[in-house]
């Protein structure tokens, strides 16, 4: 779950990026965050992913307030947090295989757990007959699910996607939120941040506007 206590988050002496934000997404249900560019977004992923910290107010994340977090708890947060990039990240001299593994490799793992849960992760998305891949060989739409695996195989109980659909036909856009809809089944909470209206409008899930940093509409659904 995530929830946000009148958060605000102060770059600059006079100018907040986010005012007296609250709201809470509770385990297993999917969200929408949509605004302008500037309206915030990437700021509040960010105070979520512990990249950034509140100026004022409280951050909860799985039960953990990140005010109080320090050191060694930090990394074990993050790690409890699975993010997707747009253009996925993925590195272009490994297999999808070791792209997927590498979550577990940096959280020390024991390499004979390690394959089984890579296979389970590639096979969520449709792609274990890809392990062997690099990511130049597959489509933008395979490659973006790599990016899935490799956000889900740690088994994070939040997800975040940053504009997940924003390099993707509409078809495979599809797909990609089908995909976080099993996920939010199975008690996964998921926030994806995008501009495109037709997906907000198709998946009639709740939907939370930024704009000039203030939470400015929070809705169930968009006809
Ligand atoms: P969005 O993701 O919705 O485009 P951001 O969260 O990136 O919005 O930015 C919100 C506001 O905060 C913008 O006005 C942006 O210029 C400002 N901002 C973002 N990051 C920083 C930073 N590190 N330092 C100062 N201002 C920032
Ligand atoms: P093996 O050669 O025995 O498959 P691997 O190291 O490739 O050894 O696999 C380790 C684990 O991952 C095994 O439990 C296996 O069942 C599973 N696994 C391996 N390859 C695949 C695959 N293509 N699809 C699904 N699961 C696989």
């Known amino acids: 779950m995530i929830r946000f206590e009148s958060v605000s988050k102060r770059y ?10 609250s709201f809470e997404l509770p385990t297993g249900e999917m969200a929408f965050l949509t605004g302008h560019s500037g309206a915030g977004k990437s700021t509040l992923l960010k105070l979520i992913m512990l990249i950034e910290r509140a100026s004022s107010g409280r951050v909860i994340v799985n039960g953990r307030d990140h005010g109080q977090l320090k050191g060694r708890q930090i990394a074990l947060a993050r790690r409890d947090i699975g993010m997707v990039y747009q253009d996925h ?16 490799v940096i959280a020390g793992m024991p390499p004979r757990d390690i394959p089984n849960r890579v296979y389970a992760a590639l096979d969520l998305v449709g792609l ?5 891949a690099f990511p130049q060989e597959l489509s933008g739409g395979e490659q973006q699910r790599v990016g899935i695996a490799r956000a889900v195989v740690a088994k994070p109980s939040v997800i975040l996607a940053d504009e997940p659909t924003g390099n993707l036909d509409p078809q495979l ?3 990609v ?5 099993d996920l939010s089944r199975v008690g996964v909470s998921i926030l994806v941040a995008t501009h495109d209206l037709s997906l907000i409008a198709r998946f009639k ?14 809705s169930g659904a968009v006809a």
């Open 12 to 21: 600059a002496p006079q100018f907040d990026a986010l005012r007296e934000l």
């Open 89 to 104: 990240n993925l590195l272009d001299d490994r297999s999808v295989f070791d792209n997927v593994a590498l979550p577990l």
């Open 128 to 132: 274990k007959h890809r392990a062997k």
């Open 173 to 175: 856009a599809v797909e």
């Open 177 to 181: 939120m089908n995909i976080f809809e």
């Open 205 to 218: 899930h709740r939907l939370l506007t930024l704009q000039a940093g203030q939470l400015v509409a929070d």
